[in-house]
């Protein structure tokens, strides 16, 4: 109920933003931006009795956003990320795999038509996939689980024109679904280079 809700919340406000007037920027209100990068997970998940070492994976999103002002942006996401791990004393693989769905508040400051460092702070439903094999690992829960999380980081774009940048970024993620009445923590970095396009 809360995943539903959250969507239904992110699309709203992006249609909102869509009927809003074009920000008074000096380049176009529009952006869509990819992403890809690394997923750094901050911590190695418990599963049942068995202790994994979750090694980092990899991340790619695609987002559009609309400027609100030199100074403001929203932005809507839907992305990918995984990793996989393996126990330290016995045979077995851990994988996760996630879909976030984000919408994300920008706060910018301008340097100049080049440069264009930035804030974030975000929400997201967080569509999970948990698998794990061990031999103490009996009755683990597989399928697939939504939780609401949040996110929060900084990053920088380099206008190459008008209509077109480049960028780069580093949030920080917390979200934590359970599997089989488990916790599993996907806290975690990303850092992402980026390329956009305005219209």
Not at 25 to 44: C, E, I
Not at 54 to 69: M, N, T
Not at 97 to 126: D, R
């Amino acid at each position: 109920m809360k995943t539903t809700f959250t969507l239904v919340l992110a699309l709203a406000v992006v249609l909102i933003g869509l009927q809003a007037p074009a920000a008074a920027t000096g380049h176009p209100a529009n952006y869509l931006v990819l992403k890809g990068g690394l997923y750094a997970p901050s911590q190695d998940p418990d599963i049942e009795t068995v202790h994994f070492t979750q090694k980092d994976g990899f991340v790619a999103e695609i987002a559009g956003g609309r400027y609100f002002g030199p100074f403001f942006a929203t932005e809507f996401g839907v992305g990918y990320f995984q990793s996989k791990g393996s126990p330290a004393v016995e045979a077995g693989e851990s994988k996760f795999q996630c879909v976030p769905v984000t919408l994300t508040g920008k706060v910018l400051l301008p340097l100049g038509p080049f440069v264009e460092p930035y804030a974030e702070l975000g929400i997201g439903a967080y569509i999970t996939k948990a698998e794990a094999s061990g031999t103490n690992i009996k009755n683990f829960d597989a399928s697939t689980k939504g939780v609401v999380g949040l996110h929060a980081g900084a990053g920088v774009n380099f206008n190459i024109t008008p209509l077109v940048f480049l960028g780069a970024e580093g949030k920080y993620l917390w979200a934590k679904p359970s599997f089989g009445g488990q916790d599993i923590n996907l806290d975690g970095f990303t850092v992402t280079a980026d390329l956009g396009f305005r219209f």
